[in-house]
Structures are given as structure tokens and as C-alpha cells.
């Protein structure tokens, strides 16, 4: 059955990119896509069943995380991250054909397009008016309706909108990257590839020793966190909770493990799920913390519990 996804558009976004990418690694899915407006867009078109899934960005190696996404994750209805793409990021100044320098005074981009060009607009273009889209396809989309003067976007905007390159890989970083996320309703995670990331949302309370405490709880079970970001509770100021991405699936034994102690401690907010990491190498557990160290300790507790005592039990 062909599914439908949802993603940040309209048609030329890096998103788009990002989505090609996860398709290009399920190639048996049949799949229509549907450019959104934004990303609370896209995920309430999921969230409502209008979309299987939806793809959006949530960090970006220059800017760091993407707070509207992150903030859809943590308050809104639970979805779960059943995929990731990673995209290298190049930024064009486009405008109408025979525009001329003098001719720009409003430049438009999504937010964190415009941070990554912020160096160049300042030498170049200082004058210039910077104007906020939804995205950066949509600031080209403008431009060729004529509404703005130029766009910061993906060079595959361009083309789509019939505008011409002013200026060519403008941005501050030159291998800036972006980190996409498939969500979906919550169901039954991929199946563990050996190299996977679980990510997670905590909330402790707010007194000494309260994230230590769950940290140390990861680092205990040997899982390698690779990400700690707070953000807002939105019910008092001051107050935050964590968004956390470890090294590993929770099929595995101190993964299941490290949940099953949250869940405990009243800490887990939510896990925003278990799939395949598309860059990188998971560390490496140490001997304590294999999934063999996990099923020998297993055994011997229950051997222990029948009164059968082995070598080093």
C-alpha cells in the first residue's frame, strides 16, 4: 500500500533532499509526497492520520537544534523517530533574472538560513533588509512572485523557480549540516541494525543531583550519550526538561535496562524511539554492559535464586 508523507516544503527545501535520502534507503515503500507549510503543519497532518509520516529537521551543525521541532516533540501529541538523514548544507543568493546589486533590498530565508549567511549579507549586501519564510524554498517562491528581492536557499530552488545565482555556497560554515528526522505515530521501532540511536525526553525535578542522577543511570549501563540539549517546561520559568540521544536500540538488554530505571524514577517523559543511525559508528560497549555480559548476570541470578552457587557466583 503506498504511504504518504508529509515534509517541510514546498518543493525545493532541504527537506525534500532529506526525504529522497530515506527513500533512497527503502526503495520497496512506495511512497506520495506532501510539501507543508511548516513543521507544526506537517506534524499535525500526521498526528491527525492525514500522513503516515513527516519528515522535518531537528539540528543543524552551525545553529544547533531547531526549537520548533524539538518543542513538538516534547509537548505535543507523542510521535516517535523512526528514521534520520544527515544533509550537507549549501547556501545561493538567488534573484530574478538581471537583478543587479542595487537592485536587493530585501533578502528573505528561513531563520537558520540566515544565520549561516549573516557574515557574507553583512559585507555584501549591509543595507539589505532581512525578511523571515517558513522556509528557504519559500523565500525563493517569494522572490520570483516578485515579493522580495532576493532568497538565501538551496541552488535546487532555483531552478525549480526560474532564478538566477547571484552568489554561489554563501555561507559561513562551508560543510554545515543538517540532521532530518522521519517521525510517525507511536508503534513498534525498526528492527536493531547494531548501529542505532535511541532518543529520549527527561524531566527531573528541580533540586541538586537531579540530572546527575540520570545520567549516572546512563552511564552505568556503559551507553554512550551523544546529546544533551534542555528546553523550556513552558509551566514555570527556569524549569527545563532534557532531550537526550544515546548510542544503542532498546531491543538491547541495557538499553531495555536504562528505560525500564527511568520509568522507575518518574524522570521519563517520554522516548521518542529506537532507529537506525545514518552517520557515525556506535562506541563500542564496554565488557560489562554487552548484551552476553547482560544474559550471563541474568543466569546467574536465577541460578541464584534456585540455590545453584557457580564459579564467581
Given at each position: ?5 508529509a ?31 511548516g ?23 552551525v ?46 530565508s ?13 559585507e ?72 542505532d ?28 550519550m ?63 554492559a ?22 564467581g557466583?
Amino acid at each position: 500500500m503506498t504511504q504518504r508523507w508529509a515534509y517541510l516544503g514546498p518543493e525545493g527545501t532541504f527537506t525534500e533532499q532529506a526525504v529522497q535520502s530515506i527513500l533512497a534507503r527503502n526503495p520497496d515503500v512506495p511512497v506520495d509526497l506532501a510539501p507543508s507549510a511548516g513543521v507544526s503543519a506537517a506534524l499535525d497532518q500526521l498526528r491527525s492520520g492525514e500522513v503516515d509520516a513527516a519528515c522535518v529537521p531537528l539540528e543543524n551543525s552551525v545553529e544547533g537544534a531547531v526549537p520548533l521541532t524539538q518543542d513538538e516533540l516534547t509537548h505535543g501529541e507523542p510521535l516517535v523517530i523512526t528514521a534520520e538523514a544527515f544533509v550537507p548544507v549549501t547556501f545561493d543568493l538567488l534573484v530574478r533574472p538581471g537583478t543587479d546589486a542595487g537592485a536587493v533590498r530585501t533578502v528573505g530565508s528561513h531563520p537558520h538560513g540566515h544565520a549561516q549567511v549573516r557574515d557574507w549579507l553583512a559585507e555584501h549586501l549591509p543595507s539589505a533588509e532581512i525578511v523571515m519564510t517558513p522556509s528557504t524554498a519559500a523565500a525563493a517562491a517569494a522572490v520570483a512572485a516578485g515579493e522580495i528581492d532576493a532568497a538565501v536557499a538551496a541552488p535546487v530552488a532555483g531552478s525549480r523557480h526560474g532564478l538566477t545565482v547571484f552568489a554561489h555556497d554563501i555561507g559561513i560554515v562551508r560543510d554545515a549540516t543538517t540532521r532530518f528526522v522521519l517521525l510517525r505515530r507511536p508503534g513498534p521501532p525498526p528492527a536493531p541494525t547494531g548501529n542505532d540511536r535511541t532518543s529520549l525526553i527527561v524531566s527531573v525535578d528541580n533540586q541538586p543531583g537531579a540530572l546527575l542522577s540520570v545520567l549516572s543511570e546512563i552511564a552505568n549501563r556503559g551507553i554512550n550519550m551523544t546529546r544533551l540539549e534542555s528546553r523550556p517546561t513552558r509551566s514555570k520559568l527556569g524549569e527545563y526538561v532534557f532531550l537526550i540521544d544515546t548510542d544503542g536500540h532498546i531491543a538491547e538488554p541495557a538499553m531495555a535496562d536504562l528505560v525500564a530505571a527511568l520509568i522507575r524514577r518518574s524522570v521519563m517523559m517520554r522516548w521518542l524511539g529506537s532507529y537506525p543511525r545514518m552517520v557515525g559508528t556506535n562506541v563500542p560497549a564496554p565488557d560489562f554492559a554487552t548484551d552476553d555480559a547482560y544474559d550471563a548476570a541474568a543466569l546467574a541470578v536465577s541460578d541464584l535464586r534456585t540455590g545453584l552457587l557457580r564459579d564467581g557466583g
